[in-house]
């Protein structure tokens, strides 16, 4: 059942804040990757000594080949490789020794290829003994898991996870094609054959859902927001594609005719290419957008605020031929527009998001997002350096940015790393323009773009914690456009000092931005 939120008319909080931008991921600790148990708590400890009040993360759903947080295997599950493992160990549900096969694994790095297989051996073998070692009260809490979410989504997850095992990992349309146009009698058959790996699934999707709403208890028990992300695309080798394929525009076999990107950018001048199928706007306009309005509200049961990814795609989006090489074929599509801001208001009261709305942004798009008082994005890394550049275009009601997770790190950005797309006279001229706006030194470019933030009219302004720790292009999260070697930066536990993290809130505080919320 739908309930309206009681949020505020705008998103963001009424004082002036500072955050962090962190994904799950980077969190240090033993296990070869960030997990959401101890060492989440830990940083959400350091963020309050650093007098930050917001941690924005990215998507954190299932990913697959690529690893890329925006290309999720189901948009409601979450991605059981941020479980954390010494939580299970407590609960009985692993021993430590079991655990011990994740020792050995980079701690400055995630490397998936080696971390996957070990930590789905240890989740599968800690479903495994969830009914003989859980206590009555937490298999009670995973009954009322099942109630809220088995039909809506879970057991459409849970058929797709195990179908795609048993294809090789491929993506469903090259399933057999009974299962993957989900015949009922295939189905069944494999609800028969397979019930104990169906039950697997959903614990393992119970644990992180319970691992998590500690976490965002813990979280606003420190006054600390969690600050979500959701992308406005499904990927098409997904369960959402799978089992709701009304909602996207596909053939009868499952392939779409157009996929998504955007046109050449600051990031490509081939532009992007996503390749996500289209939404089918008329089908969810004809259900009342039905669908959106329980996405929204499955997001924003996870976080405070939530982030959309390419807000624009709402008033208009650019559909590129299937089999286009590049976004450069392309064309601009209508979107929804304000019906389905109309309808999720209707449902949920005022909305807890954000409009990622960079790149190519009309006056279109700033009317609808104006319209219903969303607050937008600011990238200081996009800005300085532009003629005519003043901070006063930064307004209240917005998130002011050094750089986000598709930007290299401040530091990177001012030296110019070997990949960067500018010119060397653009580089040398945004030295001298932050250097010239921020009186700042060059030895410490980061601290002078986060102060520049931090002085900006934004009611919240983030940085990646790579800025806040003054770290070069090697530590950089993603790079647009490109396939290897992304989503993999770790933070090292002792990079996160006292002393840094004092620093930190010294410049928090000098700001004006360390007012609880």
Not at 81 to 92: E, P
Not at 216 to 226: P, Q, T
Not at 249 to 262: K, M, N, T
Not at 364 to 371: F, G, H, K, S, Y
Request: charged share 20%; proline share 6%.
């Amino acid at each position: 059942m739908l309930t309206k939120t009681t949020t505020s008319e705008l998103a963001l909080p009424a004082q002036r804040q500072a955050g962090v931008c962190l994904h799950m991921t980077s969190l240090p600790g033993p296990f070869g990757i960030g997990e959401i148990g101890d060492a989440a708590l830990a940083f959400v400890d350091s963020m309050a000594r650093m007098n930050l009040r917001v941690w924005q993360f990215l998507p954190t759903g299932p990913t697959a080949f690529g690893d890329s947080p925006y290309q999720p295997l189901s948009t409601f599950a979450g991605n059981e490789l941020l479980i954390d493992t010494a939580t299970l160990v407590r609960a009985g549900l692993l021993a430590s020794n079991e655990a011990d096969t994740l020792l050995g694994l980079p701690a400055h790095s995630v490397d998936y290829g080696r971390l996957i297989p070990k930590k789905k051996a240890l989740l599968d073998r800690a479903a495994g003994r969830f009914h003989a070692q859980a206590d009555s009260g937490i298999k009670s809490a995973f009954d009322r898991f099942l109630e809220s979410h088995d039909e809506a989504w879970l057991h459409d997850y849970a058929l797709f996870r195990i179908l795609k095992t048993r294809h090789g990992e491929r993506p469903w349309p090259e399933w057999a094609p009974p299962l993957a146009h989900r015949e009922q009698g295939a189905l069944r058959k494999l609800e028969a054959d397979c019930g104990r790996a169906i039950e697997s699934i959903k614990i393992i999707q119970f644990l992180f859902h319970r691992q998590w709403q500690r976490l965002h208890a813990y979280a606003a028990e420190r006054g600390v927001l969690m600050f979500g992300d959701m992308p406005i695309y499904i990927a098409l080798d997904s369960s959402d594609a799978w089992a709701n394929r009304d909602i996207v525009c596909l053939d009868q076999d499952g392939r779409p005719s157009q996929v998504a990107g955007v046109p050449p950018d600051y990031f490509s001048e081939d532009g992007q290419l996503w390749g996500n199928p289209l939404y089918d706007w008329k089908a969810h306009a004809a259900d009342g957008y039905g669908w959106w309005i329980e996405r929204l509200q499955h997001s924003a049961a996870l976080a405070d605020l939530v982030r959309i990814d390419h807000f624009r795609g709402f008033e208009a989006y650019w559909s590129v031929p299937a089999g286009a090489g590049t976004a450069r074929v392309g064309e601009w599509i209508p979107g929804p527009g304000a019906a389905i801001f109309d309808a999720m208001r209707a449902a949920l009261g005022n909305l807890p998001i954000v409009a990622e709305d960079l790149g190519v942004i009309t006056p279109a798009v700033e009317a609808l997002r104006d319209r219903y008082h969303i607050p937008g994005m600011k990238v200081l890394q996009f800005e300085v350096g532009t003629r005519g550049f003043d901070l006063g275009v930064v307004g209240e009601n917005c998130v002011c940015y050094t750089g986000t997770h598709d930007n290299d790190t401040s530091v990177g950005w001012f030296l110019g790393s070997p990949d960067d797309n500018r010119s060397r006279d653009e580089i040398v001229r945004t030295q001298k323009a932050l250097l010239d706006i921020g009186g700042g030194n060059p030895e410490t470019p980061h601290e002078d773009l986060v102060r520049l933030a931090f002085s900006s009219r934004a009611k919240l302004a983030i940085a990646p914690l790579q800025d806040y720790l003054g770290l070069g292009s090697e530590a950089r999260f993603n790079t647009p456009g490109t396939s290897g070697d992304n989503w993999r930066w770790r933070v090292l536990p002792d990079q996160l000092s006292p002393a840094r993290m004092d620093r930190v809130g010294e410049l928090v505080d000098t700001a004006g931005r360390s007012m609880a919320l």
